[in-house]
């Protein structure tokens, strides 16, 4: 990561908007939790106005200048050069041959400017659709997120509805910080990606499994941990959505992969390497943070997690029952299990995609994790341009806790201190 980069996006704000961001961040959650007791039990009523706010609180933040990451430059990048007919994965953005394409706005706030691009291409035609629409325009991209989080907000009403669940619920994603913020104020483009997961996830519980299976490829082809749901909305035995996934994967691939071969799959192999890892986890905690400090544990512990995150989400999968319900639970500790075991980087756009999933199954560790994630922010503030182990223990451990007291909890229903809890009868 070029944390100069993330720090000149910041600019007059310096690092100490970075550093007490974690504090507003954790101010304004106690507020969303509060709103979110009172949109519980709500009906269509109380979901129209909580996807109205929703809106308000993202449009708000259109003209607020970047502060907390620099990733949208490389997407505008990226477009560019395509504009200009070049694949993305052929040449790094300080590479001679794009030396016509820099500008003094976009390319010098451009993280990483020594690699070619680590985005798939699903994500790439998003790049350039945006740059033929509305080149190098960051309102322009804000705006798009924007309705794409519009659309995860209808998506989740239909699936509430689908599973017999209050519509109001639609507020834990609507007013939650973490989407609000990473989306419509950083411009992470995972939110293209979540309707995807939502849309496929209610092709499947409807029985249409070979659309749900196109839609998760669809996902994955943005960024690629959607593949984690893959064996969880597979049906054993129908063949169909596999093969509408890898359908999807190849119609992706193959056009970029036309001329470049195997740099098709750009900075992604450099992602693994020491030098970018940041907030790392339960990987950090069994090495480097108790003096295991050598290449040789640190691949042994990403190969040892890698390979329990598969067998676990496997088992879920096995474990499924083919109804509504069971699909949905199945898909959401697929989800928690992702972020519980990756063995890599977390940052906290990477966690947007479990808040959909908590209006379905309330889980108090995630909703600590969706919170306390925002700590890993003082991470860009102090050297040597890490989270500091204080507060990497404050962010994962009571998270682990509360998610294995979870798992204990009497009949297999998730435990949750909100108070939104005891406004529910049963679990969902």
């Known amino acids: 990561?070029?944390?100069?980069?993330?720090?000149?996006?910041?600019?007059?704000?310096?690092?100490?908007?970075?550093?007490?961001?974690p504090l507003l961040f954790a101010v304004l959650f106690l507020l969303y939790l509060a709103g979110v007791w009172l949109a519980w039990s709500g009906g269509r009523g109380v979901a129209i106005a909580a996807v109205g706010l929703g809106l308000?609180?993202?449009?708000?933040?259109?003209?607020?200048?970047?502060?907390?990451?620099?990733?949208?430059?490389?997407?505008?990048?990226?477009?560019?050069?395509?504009?200009?007919?070049?694949?993305?994965?052929?040449?790094?953005?300080?590479?001679?041959?794009?030396?016509?394409?820099?500008?003094?706005?976009?390319?010098?706030?451009?993280?990483?400017?020594?690699?070619?691009?680590i985005y798939p291409p699903g994500a790439e035609v998003l790049f350039a659709g945006l740059a033929w629409i509305a080149p190098g325009r960051i309102g322009a991209l804000r705006l798009f997120l924007i309705l794409?989080?519009?659309?995860?907000?209808?998506?989740?009403?239909?699936?509430?509805?689908?599973?017999?669940?209050?519509?109001?619920?639609?507020?834990?994603?609507?007013?939650?910080?973490?989407p609000v913020f990473e989306?419509?104020?950083?411009g992470h483009i995972d939110a293209t990606l979540i309707p995807l997961v939502l849309l496929a996830l209610l092709c499947r519980i409807e029985g249409r499994t070979a659309s749900a299976g196109f839609l998760l490829g669809a996902a994955t082809l943005l960024k690629l941990y959607p593949a984690a749901l893959?064996?969880?909305?597979?049906?054993?035995?129908?063949?169909?959505?596999?093969?509408?996934?890898?359908?999807a994967m190849l119609a992706g691939y193959v056009p970029y992969a036309w001329g470049v071969k195997g740099k098709v799959a750009g900075f992604l192999p450099t992602y693994f390497a020491r030098f970018e890892d940041f907030n790392v986890g339960l990987r950090s905690f069994l090495t480097e943070?108790?003096?295991?400090?050598?290449?040789?544990?640190?691949?042994?512990?990403?190969?040892?997690?890698a390979a329990g995150l598969a067998l676990t989400i496997l088992c879920i999968?096995?474990?499924?029952?083919?109804?509504?319900?069971?699909?949905?639970?199945?898909?959401?500790?697929?989800?928690?299990?992702?972020?519980?075991?990756?063995?890599a980087t977390m940052h906290p756009w990477y966690v947007a995609w479990l808040v959909p999933f908590l209006a379905i199954v309330p889980g108090v560790g995630w909703w600590?994790?969706?919170?306390?994630?925002?700590?890993?922010?003082?991470?860009?503030?102090?050297?040597?341009?890490?989270?500091?182990?204080?507060?990497?223990?404050?962010?994962y451990l009571p998270a682990y806790a509360l998610v294995l007291l979870g798992m204990r909890a009497p009949g297999g229903r998730p435990t949750w201190a909100l108070a939104a809890a005891l406004r529910t009868k049963a679990s969902p």
């Open 56 to 117: 308000l609180f993202r449009l708000l933040l259109l003209p607020t200048p970047v502060v907390l990451s620099s990733d949208l430059y490389r997407y505008l990048w990226d477009g560019r050069v395509q504009l200009a007919g070049i694949n993305p994965y052929r040449h790094a953005p300080q590479d001679e041959a794009l030396a016509g394409l820099r500008d003094p706005e976009i390319h010098p706030r451009i993280n990483r400017p020594w690699a070619p691009t």
């Open 368 to 395: 600590y994790f969706s919170a306390a994630v925002a700590l890993s922010y003082t991470g860009y503030a102090v050297d040597p341009h890490q989270v500091p182990l204080w507060a990497r223990c404050a962010e």
């Open 148 to 178: 794409c989080d519009l659309a995860t907000m209808l998506l989740l009403l239909r699936l509430l509805r689908r599973l017999g669940l209050p519509e109001g619920r639609v507020a834990v994603y609507a007013w939650a910080p973490l």
């Open 183 to 186: 989306f419509a104020q950083s």
């Open 289 to 305: 943070d108790i003096g295991l400090t050598g290449d040789g544990a640190r691949a042994a512990a990403m190969a040892i997690l």
């Open 317 to 343: 999968g096995r474990r499924r029952p083919d109804t509504p319900a069971g699909i949905a639970r199945a898909a959401s500790a697929a989800v928690g299990a992702y972020l519980l075991l990756v063995p």
């Open 1 to 21: 990561m070029n944390f100069n980069a993330i720090r000149a996006v910041a600019g007059a704000y310096g690092a100490q908007t970075l550093r007490y961001y």
């Open 230 to 247: 893959l064996p969880v909305l597979w049906k054993r035995r129908d063949a169909r959505l596999p093969l509408a996934f890898a359908a």
